[in-house]
């Protein structure tokens, strides 16, 4: 049965942004006379919330706070978001969902004015009913923004569908008692990802294609 509504993720499964966070972490992290992290690293140990993620790297927050930290990191995105493409398919799987006449909303930890900046740049806005970002810039958890959505507009939360790539949208969908699904090649590898037992698709465009063709 085809979802009252789709909630997707914004970074990494919308936004094709992986390479960019790790050359940002990279620079600072040898600033700090840090080892550097390498892309399989990365793709195994990027976890939520994005603190304990900072910790593994090696940061301590004993010289410099972790809101200091997350400061340099977002103003160095905000600079070269730009760079970013969509991912592959993900506009023709958006354009068709709307099509199909399914509400989308966006969810992301992304904060709130920088996620409506990005989204109007991107050209995507249009498909969303809603763009739910964060207060401020730290990367908590999404979970308790997802509950209020869901509570406030009144739907069963088994009629939605989550879309991400990270096992942190798997919770969140678990938290507010929402099925998921994850797509490969965002921010995780697929041996995380396949700890979660939910569907795994390659790409937007299988996504879309198993959804339509239920």
């Not at 972790?66 to 600079?79: A, L, T």
């Given at each position: 049965?085809?979802?009252?509504?789709?909630?997707?993720?914004?970074?990494?499964?919308?936004?094709?942004?992986?390479?960019?966070?790790?050359?940002?972490?990279?620079?600072?992290?040898?600033?700090?006379?840090?080892?550097?992290?390498?892309?399989?690293?990365?793709?195994?140990?990027f976890s939520f919330p994005i603190r304990d993620y900072y910790l593994q790297m090696g940061y301590t927050f004993e010289t410099e706070s972790?809101?200091?930290?997350?400061?340099?990191?977002?103003?160095?995105?905000?600079?070269r978001f730009e760079t970013c493409p969509l991912r592959e398919g993900v506009l023709e799987t958006l354009t068709a969902f709307q099509r199909?006449?399914?509400?989308?909303?966006?969810?992301?930890?992304?904060?709130?004015?920088?996620?409506?900046?990005?989204?109007?740049?991107?050209?995507?806005?249009?498909?969303?009913?809603?763009?739910?970002?964060?207060?401020?810039?730290?990367?908590?958890?999404?979970?308790?923004?997802?509950?209020e959505y869901i509570a406030r507009i009144g739907i069963e939360p088994k009629d939605a569908l989550f879309i991400g790539d990270t096992d942190?949208?798997?919770?969140?969908?678990?938290?507010?008692?929402?099925?998921?699904?994850?797509?490969?090649?965002?921010?995780?590898?697929?041996?995380?990802?396949?700890?979660?037992?939910?569907?795994?698709?390659?790409?937007?465009?299988?996504?879309?294609?198993?959804?339509?063709?239920?």
């Open positions: 049965m085809r979802p009252e509504l789709l909630i997707w993720d914004f970074n990494g499964t919308i936004l094709d942004d992986m390479e960019l966070c790790l050359t940002i972490e990279n620079e600072m992290l040898s600033e700090r006379g840090m080892p550097s992290i390498t892309r399989e690293w990365y793709l195994e140990h972790y809101e200091h930290v997350s400061e340099i990191f977002m103003q160095r995105y905000n600079e199909a006449g399914i509400p989308q909303t966006l969810l992301s930890v992304t904060q709130q004015d920088d996620l409506k900046r990005q989204a109007g740049k991107l050209g995507i806005a249009p498909f969303f009913s809603e763009m739910l970002g964060q207060v401020d810039i730290m990367g908590h958890s999404k979970v308790q923004r997802a509950k942190h949208d798997f919770e969140a969908a678990q938290a507010v008692g929402c099925p998921c699904v994850l797509l490969l090649h965002g921010h995780q590898s697929k041996n995380v990802l396949s700890r979660c037992g939910v569907p795994i698709y390659e790409s937007a465009a299988a996504f879309r294609d198993a959804l339509l063709n239920e």
